[in-house]
């Protein structure tokens, strides 16, 4: 804090889920101040939708999912057909009933143990519902209410530089969710800003060339509630993480929650033969490899469910079906086979990074956009006139007004933490293959205490190791022995940490702030080898605990005990 400032400096935090939260709490609980003022922040979290929780809020996708193409690239944009003003967002993720394929222990905060969770003991990989009154819980228990704005919707982040830094500011719109047009939105000034809107908002479909030619249904995983309107269908899956495993594993019957007509699915699914009627394929990246988290359906050891589903290579194109076929198209693959039985293409391939409230056309990020612009159009003429002919009502100005999306970041620091132009603006939650409510409270405390002078910033780090070598996060450099970057550093950020990596950079963190490493006193206690520990102890100023670490390793095996796969 500068000398002689007694107001608290404000934060606005943008999203209301586990790491907006978290960031919250942190920024409350510094307690350094050069002049002993308290509080040292004013956070204000921002949230669009009615509760706390973010994507773990239940949602109902509106009508159906259709797609929309950008007429120069033939990007496909999945789009809901509800067109109601009052939640201008695509449905999150969520079904009823879906589980979490982490521990509920090890998916907790520090210092927040499970106990919080809704559901009996035996519940270790809890559903969507749980985890959901677990953050109500967080938020309610740490009294962190106070700080957000519910049906908040944040339109748009500007820097307000200053030759002066000291007085350069962050100007925030927002708006009221379901406000009449016209109504004047919310300008506000702030020191600094936390960017922790999540991972899930803008479903992500691959480039696939003759897609708009495809007659038959497409879907985006994101619209995904339940198997059983796939009946009588062919389906082809295009992916192979959790949610990809998880359609296909229920298009198969092996279902762990309920749903109306589950049984009678469940029973028809697991006849011999399936009464279903459905046919499911995947089309995966690399057909040798087996799928990250799931059974391998061509193990001959995996279960019949799984053994079910045939898997085939990435889609080369599609082409438009003979004029007297009944095919919805012909799906092309890598291996030159040819799909004219498909029904209907699930897209479970992610999400983009999206942040339509910071303007990547003005600075700072004109220069340095942390997403970089899309690669020129590879369309050939021909291309582009079968995809207007398709798709006549986009026009320019609806293309123009989509906001950027890019498959990773650019211009953060080495953490993945800070923009690297202006450490005022931080992003928490940016890796992948992370459990993300530690880590991110992790990172938010490190943020929280960075900004109040507490710890210095960050070093750099050696560039020729991989972010997934946990190595990585000790190998600290002098900047004078780092390789001068461009100032728009357009190289793709690789954001998979994983286990132990993950661990590693956590712990760097901490040590950091505490200024040493330090084991919590749980760590005394024995474990069973599998994470389950004789009793909780603290954790906030210590390095991970070996219950978390056990865990984390036998997560896969335990959720196959626990849930069947």
């Given at each position: 804090m500068d000398a002689g400032q007694t107001a608290p400096r404000r934060v606005a935090i943008v999203g209301g889920g586990a790491a907006g939260l978290a960031a919250a709490l942190e920024l409350r609980n510094v307690e350094v101040s050069s002049d002993g003022v308290k509080p040292l922040f004013e956070p204000v979290v921002f949230e669009q939708r009615e509760q706390i929780g973010g994507i773990w809020q239940y949602e109902e996708p509106g009508q159906s999912c259709i797609f929309s193409f950008d007429h120069d690239s033939g990007v496909a944009h999945p789009l809901s057909t509800a067109s109601s003003s009052s939640k201008p967002w695509p449905p999150g993720p969520m079904y009823p009933g879906l589980h979490t394929n982490i521990a509920r222990d090890l998916m907790c905060f520090r210092d927040f143990p499970d106990r919080h969770w809704k559901g009996g003991n035996d519940d270790l990989f809890p559903d969507r519902d749980a985890i959901q009154t677990y953050i109500e819980s967080f938020a309610q228990s740490h009294d962190l209410l106070q700080y957000v704005r519910l049906s908040t919707q944040v339109v748009s982040v500007k820097r307000n530089s200053s030759p002066d830094a000291a007085k350069s500011s962050w100007q925030v719109i927002s708006k009221s969710v379901g406000s009449a047009p016209g109504t004047t939105a919310s300008s506000e000034e702030f020191d600094f800003v936390i960017i922790a809107n999540g991972r899930c908002n803008q479903p992500k479909v691959p480039f696939v060339p003759g897609l708009w030619l495809w007659q038959g249904e497409l879907l985006h995983s994101a619209w995904y509630r339940t198997p059983v309107v796939f009946r009588g269908k062919s389906v082809l899956i295009v992916g192979n993480n959790s949610s990809g495993?998880?359609?296909?594993?229920e298009l198969h019957g092996k279902v762990v929650r309920h749903f109306d007509g589950v049984e009678e699915w469940?029973?028809?699914?697991?006849?011999?033969?399936?009464?279903?009627?459905?046919?499911?394929?995947?089309?995966?990246?690399?057909?040798?490899?087996p799928p990250p988290m799931d059974y391998d359906p061509q193990d001959e050891n995996s279960p019949e469910w799984s053994r079910a589903i045939e898997v085939v290579p990435r889609i080369a194109r599609i082409e438009a079906p003979d004029s007297?076929?009944?095919?919805?198209?012909?799906?092309?693959?890598?291996?030159?086979?040819?799909?004219?039985?498909?029904?209907?293409?699930?897209?479970?391939?992610?999400?983009?990074?999206?942040?339509?409230?910071?303007?990547?056309?003005?600075?700072?990020?004109?220069?340095?956009?942390?997403?970089?612009?899309?690669?020129?159009?590879?369309?050939?003429?021909?291309?582009?006139?079968?995809?207007?002919?398709?798709?006549?009502?986009?026009?320019?100005?609806?293309?123009?007004?989509?906001?950027?999306?890019?498959?990773?970041?650019?211009?953060?620091?080495?953490?993945?933490?800070?923009?690297?132009?202006?450490?005022?603006?931080?992003?928490?939650?940016?890796?992948?293959s992370i459990v993300p409510f530690p880590f991110s409270q992790a990172q938010a405390r490190y943020v929280a205490?960075?900004?109040?002078?507490?710890?210095?910033?960050?070093?750099?780090?050696?560039?020729?190791?991989?972010?997934?070598?946990?190595?990585k996060w000790s190998s600290a450099?002098?900047?004078?022995?780092?390789?001068?970057?461009?100032?728009?550093?357009?190289?793709?950020v690789l954001h998979l940490l994983s286990h132990p990596s993950e661990g590693a950079y956590v712990d760097q963190l901490v040590q950091r702030i505490a200024g040493e490493a330090r084991t919590s006193p749980v760590d005394k206690l024995p474990t069973d080898g599998r994470g389950v520990a004789s009793a909780w102890g603290p954790e906030a100023n210590y390095l991970t605990t070996k219950w978390r670490l056990e865990r984390r390793v036998n997560g896969k095996l335990l959720r196959r005990q626990q849930l069947g796969y």
């Open positions: 495993m998880d359609i296909a594993r469940v029973k028809d699914a697991s006849a011999f033969p399936p009464r279903t009627g459905v046919r499911v394929r995947q089309s995966v990246e690399d057909v040798s490899k007297s076929s009944s095919s919805k198209g012909r799906i092309v693959l890598e291996d030159d086979t040819v799909l004219d039985d498909v029904d209907c293409i699930i897209f479970a391939t992610g999400f983009y990074y999206s942040f339509p409230f910071l303007d990547q056309t003005i600075e700072p990020f004109q220069s340095a956009p942390v997403l970089q612009p899309p690669p020129p159009s590879s369309l050939t003429p021909e291309q582009k006139a079968e995809l207007r002919q398709r798709y006549p009502s986009q026009n320019a100005s609806e293309a123009s007004s989509t906001p950027r999306v890019s498959p990773y970041m650019s211009n953060l620091d080495d953490w993945q933490l800070f923009y690297r132009h202006d450490p005022t603006i931080a992003f928490l939650g940016v890796p992948t205490h960075f900004w109040a002078g507490a710890v210095p910033p960050l070093p750099h780090l050696d560039p020729d190791i991989p972010v997934s070598d946990a190595t450099v002098e900047p004078e022995h780092v390789q001068d970057r461009p100032h728009n550093d357009t190289r793709p």
